[in-house]
């Protein structure tokens, strides 16, 4: 879920939170808001919208590099890694129980598993950051996203790592180690990474578009608007493969049909006003994950191969130049 933690209206700049902890476990503090007329302003979502044109951007060509140079690394190094293994053969091991534990439980993982370990990782770490009485200003004001509040760019993508409710942060994190496995086995680790932070970013600019169209500045926190872009990308791809629910594993369902009731769902809760969750956030995650399994993957990272050729020239150029100045 990403969740809508108060209904609350905009207030003037000298009306911030007070200084006691806060008290509720199921919402988050909110932090002072702009003035109502200055909030709803076309105008905010200006700087939003470019934000979040160009941090897409900037995620998916630093996912095309990071590609590049994993492979170039594993081929460089596999000659050396073979002789390090047979090396091995002759070295005392000296790993303790533990630490064979670990690295038997790391193996043991699939490539989606290990890639959202980190994901996962910094939720947990942003969720005890709530925990600090003296931290919760600054959570509410980079943690939590609305376009009525003083800094609208940066909660973008922080919103999305964020949750105060620790089923909140157990529901979310369940879902996504629960269809890690099939993305990563369809995009691989880095488009996986770009599309799930392009995505968390994408879902908050709906939510601030939607928040201005209806007036409710509610701010919202959580990692759902990029999981469900996960989810729908995986129920498009594998329309019949069955689910079910976690509490009630006896129902089964298609895929197929889990997305159409997520998207209805949403869509309902987006046009009757329901509040308690973002569903904006919501659909416009799921809508875009459907778009990207469709034609996104086609369009973006399939033509890669121009930024990537030029990086390739830029190392080749700046290896060369290393190289000349050794020799002289």
């Known amino acids: 879920f990403r969740r809508a933690p108060q209904k609350i209206k905009p207030q003037s700049p000298d009306q911030g939170m007070g200084s006691k902890p806060y008290q509720n476990k199921l919402f988050p503090p909110v932090e002072e808001l702009v003035s109502y007329t200055s909030s709803s302003s076309p105008k905010r979502l200006v700087k939003p919208f470019f934000f979040t044109v160009g941090f897409t951007g900037c995620a998916f060509g630093s996912a095309a590099i990071w590609q590049y140079e994993s492979l170039k690394s594993k081929v460089q190094n596999y000659f050396g890694d073979v002789q ?135 701010p919202s926190l959580g990692a759902s608007g990029a999981i469900m872009t996960v989810l729908a990308a995986v129920c498009t791809k594998m329309p019949e493969t069955k689910l079910a629910i976690v509490f009630l594993p006896m129902i089964t369902f ?47 990272w399939k033509n890669r191969e121009p930024l990537v050729k030029a990086w390739h020239e830029m190392r080749t150029r700046s290896s060369g130049r290393r190289g000349g100045e050794g020799s002289q």
């Open 84 to 218: 390090a293994d047979w090396m091995d053969k002759f070295r005392p091991q000296k790993q303790g129980n533990l630490r064979k534990q670990v690295n038997k439980w790391w193996n043991s993982l699939s490539d989606g598993q290990r890639t959202v370990t980190g994901i996962i990782a910094a939720n947990i770490f942003v969720f005890c950051l709530w925990r600090i009485p003296t931290m919760q200003r600054i959570m509410a004001t980079y943690f939590t996203s609305t376009p009525a509040s003083r800094i609208l760019c940066a909660p973008m993508l922080l919103s999305t790592f964020s949750h105060f409710s620790f089923f909140h942060m157990a529901v979310n994190m369940y879902v996504l180690w629960s269809f890690s496995s099939s993305i990563v086995s369809f995009w691989g680790r880095e488009q996986f990474m770009a599309v799930y932070l392009s995505a968390g970013v994408f879902s908050t600019y709906v939510s601030y578009v939607s928040k201005m169209v209806t007036g409710r500045f509610d």
């Open 254 to 300: 298609t895929a197929g049909n889990a997305l159409k009731a997520i998207i209805a769902m949403d869509t309902a809760g987006l046009v009757l006003g329901w509040t308690f969750f973002d569903h904006a956030a919501h659909l416009g995650g799921a809508l875009l994950g459907v778009w990207y399994a469709t034609y996104g993957h086609e369009l973006i």
